[in-house]
């Protein structure tokens, strides 16, 4: 269900950015999605597709996802990819990258004046 809300903010941001621009359709958006967002691309395609289905702003859009590794970072000066245990002192590290769920890119059809 958490899927839903994610979608539903993707959908919303490329409109917004399509509005902003005068835009007649949106042809393709790019989201990055982190690897421990506990979000499954597959299902967010899914959502995002069934929530545009009749919009026209939307017609023939793709998604793509792209996944993010996660990049974390400890106290100790440790920078990798670890994100239980700090490998170096056993500390819980900071995550830098990788949970989040970012729109990266927006392909809008300009619409004519
Ligand atoms: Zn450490």
Do not use: W
């Not at 026209?56 to 994100?83: D, K």
């Not at 989040?100 to 392909?107: D, F, H, Q, R």
């Amino acid at each position: 269900m958490h899927e839903y809300g994610i979608a539903y903010d993707i959908v919303e941001t490329a409109r917004r950015a399509a509005v902003d621009h005068h835009a007649r359709s949106i042809s393709k958006v790019c989201v990055d999605v982190g690897e421990i967002s506990m979000i499954n691309p597959e299902q967010v395609e899914f959502l995002f597709k069934t929530i545009v289905e009749d919009e026209p702003l939307f017609a023939g859009v793709e998604l793509v996802c792209t996944v993010i590794h996660p990049e974390t970072r400890c106290e100790c000066g440790y920078v990798g990819n670890e994100i239980y245990v700090c490998p170096k002192c056993g500390a819980l590290p900071a995550i830098e990258k990788g949970k989040e769920i970012v729109v990266t890119n927006i392909e809008i059809e300009a619409g004519e004046e």
